[in-house]
């Protein structure tokens, strides 16, 4: 089954103990995304890759950090979480069917709080 | 100005009714447009996919473009409470993989 698996679902932590999140496609995408989802703000980009080690900042990068070592592989990392990080977190795995045509396969999602 | 608006609603109807969820955007360079849906605790899924302007149809669901207005429509014919959820609206442009999503409209089919 072709699917994106994040891990943990669920995390609460503290002010700067330092997590990982853990994303995984099957699919054999190239271009992989990290998004956040707040009440009122919608889904916004933290990071994307579009390869094998070649990353990108989205719209709101500033505390986060990610790697792209394996093609199935893309991990969220918080060096030092704060509380305005709580959110609920997904990856996506990107499918061209063409030049026109994208799909965003999303993940179950990651809700974080961070106290 | 954000460059995709969308109602957050929550927008409640009863069961069999036609829906009409909108955005509209500001950039004119946006030439692809989406409709996600979200169920409670899962992740987005795409719904519909168009270019340009004009209508598609695809069951129960029809997507409508009108980029003279900017602004795009999904109307869900005959709604069960299987619809309820939240969509959202994404936009992107030619040559760009960056998707702009609007907040998202809470929808409620009630039986």
């Known amino acids: 089954e072709a699917q994106v698996t994040q891990n943990p679902r669920y995390l609460i932590t503290v002010t700067g103990k330092k997590l990982t999140v853990t994303c995984s496609q099957n699919?054999?995408?190239?271009?992989m995304s990290w998004y956040r989802q707040d009440p009122g703000l919608g889904l916004r980009q933290i990071y994307y890759?579009?390869?094998?080690?070649?990353?990108d900042k989205g719209d709101v990068p500033e505390g986060y950090k990610v790697s792209r070592k394996e093609k199935r592989n893309f991990p969220l990392i918080l060096e030092s979480p704060s509380p305005n990080q709580t959110s609920l977190y997904f990856c996506?795995?990107?499918?061209?069917?063409?030049?026109?045509?994208?799909?965003?396969?999303f993940g179950p999602g990651t809700r974080l709080t961070v106290l | 100005q954000k460059e995709v608006e969308q109602d957050p609603g929550p927008l409640s109807v009863p069961e069999g009714a036609i829906v009409s969820l909108n955005c509209t955007y500001s950039?004119?360079?946006?030439?692809?447009f989406m409709w996600y849906r979200q169920y409670s605790r899962k992740g987005p899924e795409l719904l519909m996919y168009?270019?340009?302007?004009g209508n598609k149809e695809d069951g129960r669901f029809t997507a409508q473009v009108d980029k003279s207005s900017k602004y795009i429509s999904l109307f869900i014919r005959d709604s069960q409470p299987s619809d309820s959820a939240t969509y959202l609206c994404?936009?992107?442009?030619?040559?760009?993989?960056?998707?702009?999503f609007g907040t998202g409209t809470r929808l409620l089919v009630s039986p």
């Open positions: 994404a936009i992107r442009s030619t040559g760009f993989q960056k998707l702009v």
């Open positions: 699919m054999n995408h190239e271009y």
């Open positions: 890759s579009m390869n094998v080690e070649v990353t």
């Open positions: 996506a795995s990107i499918s061209y069917r063409d030049l026109d045509y994208n799909e965003q396969f």
């Open positions: 950039n004119s360079a946006f030439q692809y």
């Open positions: 168009t270019y340009s302007s």
